[in-house]
């Protein structure tokens, strides 16, 4: 249906105004101090694995294979980490490195390894002029951030609910040769929690790029993120590559950030045999010796594939009903007006809800004035400017089930009534 609010008389719309502007001062009024800006797990999540503390102590075998975990030496992570790592995402272990706790600092250092080194023997790529980037939006905000610290050119492509719009990368990648990457997060993207598709993910391994130094930064960061027994599906990026007979094209990134402890958990990425020789030899001049006891303690509290699951099944527990009440508050609240959408995702840590065009900055500035911390309207798209001022990130995962509801109602009654405003000034 149209939106409700541009379809009523004068009258009867200056009155809804009215009341929802009363609304908003009673909301104001109670002095809230509420934040939904950024996807953090909550207390009750990190809590889960409080136990993995325990599991290094003056007693533990410090000695993993041939490496010694007290001292330096294994650059490319202890033998069981990148196991358990390579099983996390698929891979053969002699192509994963294990190194630090963010992958977002894997992907800086690869991105500033081709802007000062190149790849694969082509120029370094802040020798070669002006090159880009593309940015599927509405998409994660620090991405987009990394390559335009490199003064690298970020342009937007359309996501679809299957995942990016492929003709459009298509064309750009193989016709661009300044076209040099894309970010991609192929599972429960952030922030629209779709889950790329086969066609998807095997028109990227089908790819032949205009660049020879074009390569898919494919942050797999919800690999395991389900909120329900049966999550989505991704096909293997690599998988699909074999099966292509395509290779040197896709460096994958994971991490436990948000499994164990943010900030604390081990990062991980793998590419072909090539490209990673590359990569190691790279980091070689800034990494002697990853975090192995923090390794050795992943390794021991995770052991496998079998129990991350079950792990994030007791994440599930908690996170779920965050994310239905999301659901639930928009639909009770927004369902009929005509005025919003918004995303029902299956896991990951985002629901992507867009508002009547022009509308995005507005209710956040509403939000923040009734006592709502969002996460800045345009974040989701490079430069932080969404064309259409549409799209707002919700993070349902930190508050409290209680801070959560209230921090919706204010977020309902702001889209009502910026909506209700919208539509009175296009009729002046």
């Not at 030496?73 to 698929?90: H, I, M, Q, T, V």
């Not at 272990?93 to 294990?98: Q, R, T």
């Not at 389900?226 to 094209?249: K, R, V």
Request: glycine content about 8%; aromatic content about 8%.
């Amino acid at each position: 249906m149209g939106n409700v609010y541009e379809s009523m008389e004068t009258g009867e719309l200056d009155a809804a105004i009215a009341q929802l502007e009363k609304e908003a001062e009673d909301l104001k009024a109670k002095g809230l101090k509420l934040d939904m800006a950024r996807g953090k797990p909550s207390p009750e999540q990190t809590d889960l694995s409080r136990p993995m503390l325990d599991l290094v102590n003056s007693s533990t075998d410090l000695m993993d294979g041939n490496i010694q975990v007290n001292n330096y030496g294994g650059p490319d992570g202890l033998p069981s980490a990148r196991k358990l790592a390579a099983e996390y995402l698929g891979v053969d272990p002699a192509n994963v490195i294990v190194n630090g706790s963010s992958s977002l600092n894997l992907m800086h250092d690869t991105v500033s390894h081709a802007y000062t080194h190149g790849i694969g023997g082509s120029k370094p790529w802040g020798e070669q002029g002006h090159v880009k980037f593309l940015c599927p939006a509405p998409g994660y905000d620090r991405h987009f951030k990394v390559t335009a610290y490199y003064g690298i050119e970020n342009v937007p492509v359309a996501m679809h609910e299957d995942g990016p719009d492929m003709d459009e990368v298509r064309r750009l990648v193989e016709s661009d040769p300044t076209v040099k990457g894309i970010w991609c997060v192929p599972k429960y993207e952030n922030p629209m929690g779709i889950t790329y598709s086969d066609e998807v993910v095997r028109a990227f391994a089908n790819l032949h790029p205009a660049a020879p130094d074009f390569r898919i930064f494919w942050d797999n960061a919800y690999a395991v993120h389900d909120l329900y027994e049966e999550g989505d599906h991704l096909l293997n990026i690599f998988s699909a590559m074999e099966e292509a007979g395509t290779t040197d094209l896709v460096y994958e990134f994971g991490s436990t950030a948000k499994v164990t402890f943010p900030s604390n958990g081990i990062a991980f990425m793998c590419a072909s045999a090539a490209d990673m020789a590359e990569i190691r030899e790279a980091f070689s001049v800034t990494r002697v010796s990853p975090e192995k006891i923090s390794q050795l303690a992943h390794v021991l509290y995770l052991k496998d594939m079998k129990t991350i699951h079950e792990h994030m099944m007791k994440h599930a527990k908690i996170v779920r009903p965050r994310f239905e009440l999301v659901d639930a508050k928009l639909t009770e609240g927004l369902s009929g007006l005509g005025v919003a959408t918004w995303t029902k995702p299956r896991g990951g840590y985002f629901v992507s809800f867009d508002g009547p065009e022009g509308s995005a900055s507005r209710i956040v500035s509403l939000c923040a004035e009734l006592g709502v911390k969002l996460t800045p309207a345009g974040a989701t798209w490079p430069y932080g400017k969404d064309p259409k001022d549409t799209n707002i990130r919700i993070a349902p995962t930190f508050p409290s089930i209680e801070d959560l509801g209230a921090a919706l109602d204010v977020f309902v009654v702001a889209v009502k009534l910026v909506s209700a405003r919208l539509a009175r000034a296009a009729r002046a």
